[in-house]
């Protein structure tokens, strides 16, 4: 799964901190959003979704926000550790069940 | 649940070859999704499927690349003949359309066209 070498903004936070990732979705119809973790070498993996009819969702260290207004969404990870290092991307859908991905951030954890 | 199986992990193909990308959706999933991923253009979707049938295959590049879904335990992805540009990760996916839930990713298939 292999993210390595793309040209992504990359977020650096010191081991410990608290992270924020941002995303800006573009479809006012999509009623589901995911965010998805790729490590070098893996596919992406489900970290934690949202329905549109919520604003904020926790999960055990992460948190989504929801802002359809604006069409944005956020991804916090409280107390960062060096295991979260990795590209964290959003992904939207709808109706049609068509997963829609954005253009990733990497996360970097300074020791 | 071994999750979405996908084979082979690495392909490495001369150019004019044909390629086919095997994948194992996760049992009672009824959408399945074939990805690729590059640097420069991220994760795309080729084409989805939901309960065997083809619905959007409007992300596929070109008539080179074709995917079939003859059961609801399989699919295929083939490119014929393969170019270098396609060198890339694909990726399956799978999910349970109607509740959009649970969409799972297979761990990738590096293909390299040289």
């Known amino acids: 799964g292999e993210s390595v070498g793309l040209h992504l903004p990359t977020l650096s936070v010191q081991e410990g901190d608290n992270s924020i990732i941002n995303c800006a979705y573009s479809?006012?119809?999509?009623?589901?959003f995911i965010w998805y973790k790729q490590e070098s070498g893996k596919g992406p993996q489900f970290i934690i979704d949202i329905r549109s009819n919520m604003d904020k969702r926790q999960g055990q260290r992460v948190t989504v926000l929801l802002n359809k207004t604006v069409k944005h969404l956020s991804l916090q990870i409280a107390a960062t550790q060096p295991g979260d290092s990795a590209v964290y991307f959003c992904?939207?859908?709808?109706?049609?069940?068509?997963?829609?991905f954005g253009k990733g951030i990497t996360l970097s954890v300074r020791p | 649940d071994a999750g979405v199986i996908q084979s082979p992990r690495h392909e490495v193909t001369e150019m004019g070859q044909e390629v086919t990308l095997r994948c194992k959706p996760i049992?009672?999933?009824?959408?399945l999704f074939w990805y690729r991923q590059t640097m420069m253009r991220g994760l795309e979707l080729l084409i989805y499927?939901?309960?065997?049938?083809?619905?959007?295959d409007s992300g596929m590049p070109e008539d080179r690349f074709s995917a079939k879904m003859p059961n609801a335990s399989f699919s295929t992805l083939k490119i014929q003949p393969s170019e270098p540009r396609d060198s890339a990760v694909y990726f399956c996916?799978?999910?349970?359309?109607?509740?959009?839930?649970?969409?799972?990713f297979g761990s990738g298939t590096r293909l390299t066209v040289v």
């Open positions: 992904a939207e859908t709808g109706a049609n069940s068509k997963l829609t």
């Open positions: 049992s009672g999933h009824n959408s």
């Open positions: 996916a799978s999910s349970f359309a109607g509740t959009n839930y649970g969409y799972t």
């Open positions: 479809n006012s119809a999509s009623d589901y």
């Open positions: 499927f939901n309960n065997n049938v083809p619905i959007d």
